[in-house]
């Protein structure tokens, strides 16, 4: 049977979330039972997925809008301004008939089918860490939890920010989440930047032929880093990559905090071997075969 997942992502502005859709679009193992969108303009963003699932040929598939906001509202929403330029028309359908908000929808799903839903989360963690609150059998009753998010900046990797985006734009939200029990896996920057996709990559989606595909291949070349740089970071692709396949990457089990504090560390995710004072409550993806990776999304994407 396929899996059952639900993708809560801030689709818009990195165009990984895309990436990441396609990705689940083009994999038969998945049964997508929704998508969730979280933080700033989350009816653009959900536009942005109906207009996806619309040029895939997709319906049935629930398009929720969650929160806008950070759980304590105590930083500024990043916006980068380029979010769903090249792929949504002035004549779009701005409502998808969903009434429900993602945060009940997440609650209700989980509820209705207790440990057969993975959750991947490839934005803030504001929904999930609303869920939680929202239900205390939330956390008990999910199959799975993935989350795109975090930088361990071990001696291979101190180019690396201090703090991963995701988790920075709500780190409260990522201290209730990742502190919540929930067994969880986290794939951070130490392996999501060793991924990439460059203009080869981009000329086979777009071979695909699709109007579908057309659409992911310009919503690549049009990402302002990919422009800079002829390349762009496969974060959420690989974390969706590895619902599916997951020996994709080496794991490590790990004992996980967030720091909430600090002039440059706020968000910081800390890592350290697991103690009797300090248990194990993540499995952390830290090394890649990085060719292999690359391979499988773009394949996967172009299918």
């Given amino acids: ?22 990705l689940l679009f083009g994999s038969p193992e998945i049964a997508l039972a929704g998508i969730t969108c979280v933080y700033g303009d989350v009816a653009l963003r959900a536009r942005m997925v109906r207009k996806l699932l619309a040029l895939r040929g997709l319906s049935g598939i629930p398009v929720l809008e969650g929160a806008s906001e950070p759980l304590l509202g105590l930083r500024p929403v990043y916006w980068e301004g380029h979010e769903g330029q090249g792929l949504l028309e002035a004549d779009d359908d701005a409502g ?16 209705e089918a207790p440990e057969e839903i993975h959750l991947l989360a490839v934005g803030p963690l504001t929904n999930v860490a ?14 799975a939890l993935t989350i795109m998010g975090g930088a361990l900046r071990g001696p291979g990797s101190l180019g690396l920010p201090y703090v991963e985006h995701n988790i920075r734009c709500d780190p409260e939200a990522a201290h209730v ?10 794939v ?23 109007p579908f595909h057309a659409a992911v291949a310009e919503q690549v070349e049009r990402y ?14 690989l974390a969706a990559a590895l619902v599916v396949e997951a020996d994709l990457v080496g794991y490590e089990t790990v004992h996980l905090d967030v720091e909430l504090g600090g002039r440059l560390t706020a968000g910081a995710t800390l890592m350290r071997t697991p103690t009797d004072d300090a248990p194990a409550n993540a499995r952390v993806a830290l090394t890649v075969d990085a060719a292999r990776a690359e391979e499988f999304v773009i394949g996967r994407i172009a299918s």
């Avoid at 998808?96 to 509820?111: I, P, Q």
């Avoid at 990919?226 to 496969?234: A, I, S, V």
């Fill in 177 to 186: 989440v990742l502190s919540s029990g929930i067994p969880l896996t986290l």
């Fill in 130 to 143: 609303l869920a939680l609150k929202r239900d205390p059998r939330f956390g008990r009753d999910l199959g």
């Fill in 188 to 210: 951070p920057l130490d392996v999501t930047t060793r991924v990439r996709i460059t203009p080869a990559g981009v000329s086979r989606i777009a071979a695909a032929g699709t």
């Fill in 96 to 111: 998808g008939g969903e009434t429900e908000d993602a945060v009940d929808f997440l609650v209700r799903t989980v509820r």
């Fill in 1 to 22: 049977m396929p899996t059952r997942v639900i993708l809560d992502t801030d689709i818009g502005t990195d165009v990984d979330d895309c990436l990441a859709l396609a």
């Fill in 224 to 237: 302002p880093r990919f422009g800079r740089l002829g390349y762009t970071f496969l974060h959420d692709p």
